[in-house]
């Protein structure tokens, strides 16, 4: 199993910043794919942003270019960088791990979510 810890989340107003952080623990073998999905009140679950671990990364079309991400595979460590934020953004952001396992193949871990709402 891997734990996910997220950490950073918060109020804010909008125009500011916020930066998430999200480590991995216990059974890491390989991390393939890091990233953030989010889900506001009364929608469905998003991605926001992801990386691959030669550093390839994706951003949903309402990030692009606000959101950055970036990762410290020594420290199996993901980072959200969040700026210009706006009260569209406000929801609750979830850390994601997809490692290739010895017998399970390919699994998906979650965290449990750390809230962000930017409101004035």
């Known amino acids: 199993q891997v734990q996910l810890v997220e950490s950073g989340g918060g109020s804010v107003q909008p125009g500011e910043s916020l930066r998430l952080s999200c480590a991995a623990s216990?059974?890491?073998?390989?991390?393939?794919?890091m990233g953030w999905y989010r889900q506001a009140p009364g929608k469905e679950r998003e991605l926001v942003a992801r990386?691959?671990?030669?550093?390839?990364?994706n951003f949903a079309d309402s990030v692009k270019g606000r959101f950055t991400i970036s990762r410290d595979n020594a420290k199996n460590t993901v980072y959200l960088e969040m700026n210009s934020l706006k009260p569209e953004d406000t929801a609750i952001y979830y850390c994601?791990?997809?490692?290739?396992?010895?017998?399970?193949?390919?699994?998906?871990?979650w965290g449990r979510g750390t809230q962000v709402t930017v409101s004035s």
């Open positions: 994601i791990v997809d490692q290739q396992e010895p017998i399970k193949g390919l699994s998906r871990y």
């Open positions: 216990g059974s890491i073998f390989s991390i393939l794919v």
């Open positions: 990386i691959t671990r030669g550093g390839t990364t």
